[in-house]
C-alpha cells in the first residue's frame, strides 16, 4: 500500500517554489520595468513640455540677443533635441529676422553638434546676428565651453529683390589657449569645389584684447551679400562681385590690416555721378594689389581700374586736369559730357601722396577715345592725396586743412552735403586760380586753402 502523505510533500515543494519564484519574478523584474517606464515617461512628458520649450526660448533668446520662438520640442534621442519651427525676431521691432523649418541639437563626449535645416536670414539681419554672435562667442566665452559644429546643407540670405544660397555650410567653434577660435567655410554653388572660408580668433592676453578676422574668397561674393558686413559696398551697385583674401584686427573699434582682391561690375555712375556730381558712367573692375589699414585709416594702396563704354563730364576733365597734374583734352564747352573708348589708369597710393599711370606701359592715357586719350599722366606723376578729394568735390564752399587733427574733429561736425543734380553739377569746373577776389563774392564762392594745393 502507498503512504499518501510522503508523496505529497514533493508536489507541496514544488508548488511553493513555484509561487516564490512568481513573486521573485514581479519583484525583481516586473515592478522595476514598469518603474523604469513610469520614470521615463514621465521625464519624457517633462522634458516636452511647456515649459521646457519656454527655457529653450529664454536660453536661445538670451544668447544670441534677439526673440527666439520655437513651435515644437521633442528628444528623439536622450542626448539629441530637435527644435521645430524656430523664428528669429527683432526683440524691439518684432520684425522677423529669419526661420529654420527644424534645428538638431546632439551632444556628444566631444562636443556640441547643430544641424540646421532649411534655415533662412533677413539680409539686414545680419550686422546684428554677427555682433551679438561675436559678443557671446568671443568677448563673453568660457574657457571651458566645449566646442561646437553647426552644418547646414543650404543657408538662404533672403534678401530685398534677390536671395542667395550659401552651400555646404560647415562652422566649428572652440576655445584654445590663446582664446576663442571660429572658422567657417560655405560654396556658392551647390557643386563648387573651392569654398570661402573665413576664421575669427580672439585673445584677451593683450590690453586691450583684439579679434583677429581672416578670410580666403577665391570664388566671387555677389556685392550685395558682402555689403551687408562692409556697408561701402552698396555705393559699387547690385551687379558687382568681390573676392580676395585679408587680414584684419579688430582693437578699439577700429580695423588695422591688410587686404587685396577684385570688384568688379562696378557702376561707375553710382559711385561717382550720384555722389559728386561729376558724370562717369560704365562698369569698371577694381584689382588691389594690397592695401593696408591703420586704426581705420587707409595708409597705403596699391592696384589697377578699368572699364569701358562709358562717359565722361567736362567737369571731371577739368578738375583732374587742375587738381590731379593731368593732361587733359576737354571737350567744347557746349558739350556737359562725351564718350570714351577705355579708361585704364594704376595708382599708388602711399602717406607720401598718390601717383597715377596708365595701365599699360607703352600707352600713357588712362582713358581714351577712338581718336586719343582723353586723360594721360606724365612722367613720374605724383600728387598730395587730398587732389583726389579735391577732384571730386571741386565746388565744396567749406575747406580745411586735410590733416589728422582735423579730421578728428570733423567726425564730430555737422557738414554740408554735395548736390549732385543736373542743375547743380553745369558742365564746366571753375579752376581753384580763377575763382573771384571780391569781396563781396567771398561769402558764396568756394574758400579754398592754398596749403591744399
Known amino acids: 500500500m502507498h503512504d499518501h502523505p510522503q508523496s505529497d510533500a514533493p508536489f507541496a515543494e514544488r508548488k511553493a517554489t513555484i509561487v516564490v519564484c512568481r513573486w521573485a519574478f514581479l519583484v525583481l523584474c516586473v515592478v522595476p520595468t514598469l518603474a523604469t517606464s513610469g520614470f521615463i515617461a514621465v521625464h519624457w512628458l517633462t522634458l516636452c513640455s511647456p515649459a521646457a520649450k519656454a527655457e529653450w526660448e529664454r536660453e536661445l533668446s538670451g544668447r544670441l540677443g534677439v526673440t527666439v520662438a520655437i513651435e ?3 528628444y528623439p534621442q536622450p542626448s539629441l533635441a530637435e527644435l521645430a519651427g524656430l523664428t528669429l525676431a527683432d526683440p524691439e521691432t518684432k520684425l522677423p529676422l529669419g526661420e529654420c523649418r527644424r534645428v538638431e541639437i546632439e551632444r556628444t563626449p566631444s562636443q556640441w553638434q547643430i544641424t540646421l535645416v532649411e534655415p533662412s536670414i533677413a539680409r539686414g539681419a545680419l550686422p546684428q546676428l554677427v555682433r551679438r554672435i561675436h559678443e557671446w562667442a568671443f568677448v563673453a566665452a568660457r574657457e571651458d565651453a566645449p566646442p561646437l559644429r553647426l552644418t547646414a546643407t543650404q543657408l538662404v540670405i533672403e534678401g530685398d529683390e534677390q536671395a542667395h544660397c550659401l552651400n555646404h555650410v560647415a562652422a566649428t567653434w572652440e576655445t584654445t589657449a590663446a582664446g576663442p577660435a571660429l572658422a567657417v567655410q560655405f ?16 585673445t584677451a592676453q593683450q590690453t586691450p584684447p583684439v579679434t583677429k578676422v581672416e578670410w580666403d574668397c577665391s570664388p566671387p561674393l555677389p556685392g550685395a551679400l558682402a555689403s551687408s558686413f562692409i556697408p561701402e559696398l552698396e555705393l559699387a551697385g547690385h551687379r558687382a562681385t568681390i573676392a580676395g583674401t585679408g587680414r584684419l584686427l579688430w582693437q578699439e573699434s577700429e580695423w588695422s590690416g591688410e587686404l587685396a582682391g577684385q570688384v568688379r561690375g562696378i557702376d561707375l555712375s553710382r559711385l561717382i555721378g550720384e555722389r559728386f556730381g561729376h558724370i562717369l558712367t560704365g562698369l569698371g573692375n577694381l584689382t588691389l594689389q594690397q592695401a593696408t589699414l591703420e586704426s581705420g585709416q587707409l595708409v597705403s594702396a596699391r592696384g589697377t581700374l578699368t572699364a569701358s563704354g562709358g562717359r565722361i563730364s567736362r567737369s571731371l576733365l577739368a578738375a583732374a586736369k587742375e587738381h590731379l597734374a593731368l593732361d587733359a583734352e576737354l571737350p567744347p564747352e557746349e558739350e556737359e559730357s562725351t ?12 602717406d607720401q601722396g598718390l601717383r597715377l599711370m596708365g ?3 607703352s600707352q600713357p592715357g588712362m582713358v581714351t577715345t577712338i581718336a586719343g586719350p582723353l586723360l594721360s599722366a606724365r612722367p613720374n606723376h605724383h600728387v598730395p592725396a587730398v587732389a583726389l578729394v579735391r577732384t571730386l568735390v571741386p565746388e565744396s564752399q567749406v575747406q580745411v586743412p586735410a590733416t589728422k587733427q582735423t579730421a578728428a574733429l570733423l567726425r564730430w561736425l555737422p557738414l554740408p552735403a554735395v548736390d549732385p543734380s543736373p542743375s547743380a553739377r553745369g558742365s564746366f569746373h571753375m579752376p581753384t586760380r580763377l ?8 561769402s558764396t564762392k568756394p574758400i579754398r586753402e592754398g596749403s591744399l594745393r
Open 72 to 74: 515644437g520640442l521633442s
Open 339 to 350: 564718350s570714351y573708348r577705355k579708361l585704364a589708369l594704376r595708382f599708388e597710393l602711399t
Open 187 to 202: 560654396t556658392l554653388l551647390p557643386d563648387e569645389q573651392s569654398p570661402i572660408e573665413l576664421r575669427v580668433t580672439r
Open 359 to 361: 595701365a599699360d606701359d
Open 435 to 442: 575763382g573771384p577776389a571780391r569781396a563781396a563774392d567771398r
